[in-house]
Protein backbone atom coordinates (compact mmCIF):
# COMPACT_ATOMS: atom_id res chain seq x y z
CA UNK A 1 0.00 0.00 0.00
CA UNK A 2 2.64 2.56 1.07
CA UNK A 3 4.78 1.39 -2.34
CA UNK A 4 1.49 3.08 -4.46
CA UNK A 5 2.25 6.19 -3.38
CA UNK A 6 5.86 6.09 -4.49
CA UNK A 7 5.20 5.31 -7.86
CA UNK A 8 9.21 5.87 -9.07
CA UNK A 9 9.50 3.04 -7.13
CA UNK A 10 7.59 0.82 -8.36
CA UNK A 11 9.09 -2.15 -10.32
CA UNK A 12 8.41 -3.47 -14.22
CA UNK A 13 7.96 -6.04 -14.96
CA UNK A 14 8.57 -5.33 -18.69
CA UNK A 15 12.41 -5.19 -20.24
CA UNK A 16 11.70 -2.29 -22.21
CA UNK A 17 14.09 0.61 -21.92
CA UNK A 18 12.50 4.15 -21.13
CA UNK A 19 13.90 7.76 -21.79
CA UNK A 20 14.29 9.01 -18.43
CA UNK A 21 13.59 13.26 -18.81
CA UNK A 22 13.79 14.90 -15.55
CA UNK A 23 12.86 17.85 -17.46
CA UNK A 24 9.51 16.69 -17.20
CA UNK A 25 8.98 15.59 -13.77
CA UNK A 26 10.17 19.23 -12.41
CA UNK A 27 7.63 20.92 -15.12
CA UNK A 28 5.42 18.66 -13.77
CA UNK A 29 5.83 19.54 -10.10
CA UNK A 30 5.99 23.35 -10.91
CA UNK A 31 2.62 22.63 -12.27
CA UNK A 32 0.75 20.96 -9.68
CA UNK A 33 2.40 23.36 -6.82
CA UNK A 34 1.24 26.60 -8.73
CA UNK A 35 -2.26 24.50 -9.43
CA UNK A 36 -2.16 23.96 -5.86
CA UNK A 37 -1.11 27.67 -4.38
CA UNK A 38 -4.01 28.63 -7.15
CA UNK A 39 -6.64 26.93 -6.39
CA UNK A 40 -5.84 27.62 -2.04
CA UNK A 41 -5.95 31.59 -3.32
CA UNK A 42 -8.43 31.38 -5.13
CA UNK A 43 -10.65 29.57 -1.99
CA UNK A 44 -9.39 31.94 0.45
CA UNK A 45 -10.01 35.12 -1.80
CA UNK A 46 -13.41 34.25 -2.24
CA UNK A 47 -14.06 33.57 1.91
CA UNK A 48 -12.59 36.99 2.74
CA UNK A 49 -13.77 40.52 1.53
CA UNK A 50 -10.38 41.55 -0.11
CA UNK A 51 -9.48 44.64 -2.29
CA UNK A 52 -9.81 43.18 -5.79
CA UNK A 53 -6.07 44.65 -5.87
CA UNK A 54 -5.42 41.69 -3.58
CA UNK A 55 -7.21 39.15 -5.07
CA UNK A 56 -4.67 38.55 -8.11
CA UNK A 57 -1.56 39.91 -9.68
CA UNK A 58 -1.39 39.72 -13.24
CA UNK A 59 1.54 37.43 -13.93
CA UNK A 60 2.20 37.23 -17.73
CA UNK A 61 3.50 33.67 -19.85
CA UNK A 62 6.33 33.46 -21.23
CA UNK A 63 8.49 31.34 -23.53
CA UNK A 64 12.27 31.62 -24.14
CA UNK A 65 13.62 30.02 -27.38
CA UNK A 66 17.02 29.80 -28.97
CA UNK A 67 17.92 29.30 -32.53
CA UNK A 68 21.77 29.84 -34.53
CA UNK A 69 20.78 33.21 -35.16
CA UNK A 70 18.77 34.31 -32.71
CA UNK A 71 17.12 34.34 -29.09
CA UNK A 72 13.07 34.71 -28.76
CA UNK A 73 10.90 35.75 -26.42
CA UNK A 74 7.10 35.56 -26.52
CA UNK A 75 4.74 36.52 -24.09
CA UNK A 76 0.97 35.80 -23.48
CA UNK A 77 -0.85 39.46 -23.00
CA UNK A 78 -4.46 38.66 -23.35
CA UNK A 79 -6.61 41.65 -23.14
CA UNK A 80 -3.92 44.12 -23.87
CA UNK A 81 -2.60 46.36 -26.41
CA UNK A 82 0.83 47.42 -27.79
CA UNK A 83 -0.19 50.91 -25.94
CA UNK A 84 0.11 49.28 -23.00
CA UNK A 85 3.35 47.11 -22.72
CA UNK A 86 6.72 48.92 -22.41
CA UNK A 87 9.81 46.91 -23.68
CA UNK A 88 13.48 48.83 -23.45
CA UNK A 89 17.48 47.61 -22.61
CA UNK A 90 19.36 48.96 -19.68
CA UNK A 91 22.65 47.58 -17.99
CA UNK A 92 22.51 44.37 -20.23
CA UNK A 93 19.16 43.19 -19.29
CA UNK A 94 15.81 43.25 -21.48
CA UNK A 95 13.19 44.46 -19.27
CA UNK A 96 9.12 44.19 -20.54
CA UNK A 97 6.61 45.93 -18.47
CA UNK A 98 3.09 46.41 -18.85
CA UNK A 99 -0.60 47.20 -16.71
CA UNK A 100 -3.81 45.32 -17.78
CA UNK A 101 -6.22 47.66 -16.10
CA UNK A 102 -9.43 46.27 -14.76
CA UNK A 103 -12.85 46.37 -16.47
CA UNK A 104 -15.51 48.66 -15.02
CA UNK A 105 -18.79 47.07 -14.51
CA UNK A 106 -21.98 48.61 -13.52
CA UNK A 107 -22.81 48.67 -9.88
CA UNK A 108 -26.11 47.00 -10.84
CA UNK A 109 -24.11 44.31 -12.36
CA UNK A 110 -23.48 40.75 -9.72
CA UNK A 111 -20.40 39.22 -10.22
CA UNK A 112 -20.74 35.20 -10.35
CA UNK A 113 -17.35 34.21 -10.79
CA UNK A 114 -13.68 36.72 -11.43
CA UNK A 115 -11.22 34.78 -12.43
CA UNK A 116 -8.81 37.42 -14.73
CA UNK A 117 -6.47 39.07 -13.86
CA UNK A 118 -5.52 42.51 -14.24
CA UNK A 119 -2.61 44.75 -13.14
CA UNK A 120 1.21 45.30 -13.39
CA UNK A 121 3.62 43.49 -14.34
CA UNK A 122 7.88 43.37 -14.81
CA UNK A 123 10.32 41.06 -16.00
CA UNK A 124 13.35 41.11 -16.76
CA UNK A 125 15.84 39.17 -18.84
CA UNK A 126 19.78 39.23 -18.90
CA UNK A 127 21.18 40.31 -22.26
CA UNK A 128 24.54 37.80 -22.77
CA UNK A 129 27.62 39.04 -24.74
CA UNK A 130 26.47 38.00 -27.88
CA UNK A 131 23.43 39.65 -28.36
CA UNK A 132 22.78 42.84 -30.44
CA UNK A 133 21.01 45.07 -28.34
CA UNK A 134 20.51 47.88 -30.78
CA UNK A 135 18.77 45.59 -33.17
CA UNK A 136 16.08 43.54 -31.15
CA UNK A 137 13.00 44.04 -32.81
CA UNK A 138 9.28 43.72 -31.25
CA UNK A 139 6.22 42.08 -32.80
CA UNK A 140 2.63 42.63 -30.99
CA UNK A 141 0.08 40.20 -32.21
CA UNK A 142 -3.35 38.51 -31.45
CA UNK A 143 -1.99 39.39 -27.92
CA UNK A 144 1.00 38.07 -28.19
CA UNK A 145 4.55 39.63 -28.02
CA UNK A 146 7.28 38.41 -29.61
CA UNK A 147 10.77 39.69 -29.47
CA UNK A 148 13.83 38.88 -31.71
CA UNK A 149 17.03 39.08 -30.25
CA UNK A 150 19.42 38.58 -32.97
CA UNK A 151 23.23 37.24 -31.56
CA UNK A 152 26.04 39.16 -32.98
CA UNK A 153 27.94 37.57 -35.85
CA UNK A 154 31.51 36.13 -34.41
CA UNK A 155 34.06 36.83 -36.28
CA UNK A 156 37.01 34.89 -36.85
CA UNK A 157 39.64 35.73 -34.94
CA UNK A 158 43.10 35.70 -35.67
CA UNK A 159 44.56 33.76 -33.02
CA UNK A 160 48.28 33.02 -33.63
CA UNK A 161 49.62 29.88 -31.51
CA UNK A 162 52.74 31.10 -29.57
CA UNK A 163 54.86 28.15 -28.78
CA UNK A 164 56.43 27.68 -25.44
CA UNK A 165 59.95 26.91 -25.22
CA UNK A 166 61.48 24.76 -22.00
Not at 75 to 85: F, Q, R, T, Y
Not at 93 to 118: P, V, W
Not at 138 to 148: E, H, I, Q, R, Y
Request: aromatic letters at 12%; proline letters at 5%.
Amino acid sequence: MIKELFPWRKKSNSSELTKYEPKNIFSEFHSEMNSLFDRFFNELSMQTNWPTSFKSEFSPKFDVSEAKKEISIKAELPGMNEKDISVDVFDNYLRIKGEKKEENFSKDDKTHLAECQYGYFERTFPLFDNIDAKNIKANFKNGVLTLKLPKVKEEPSNVKKIEINK
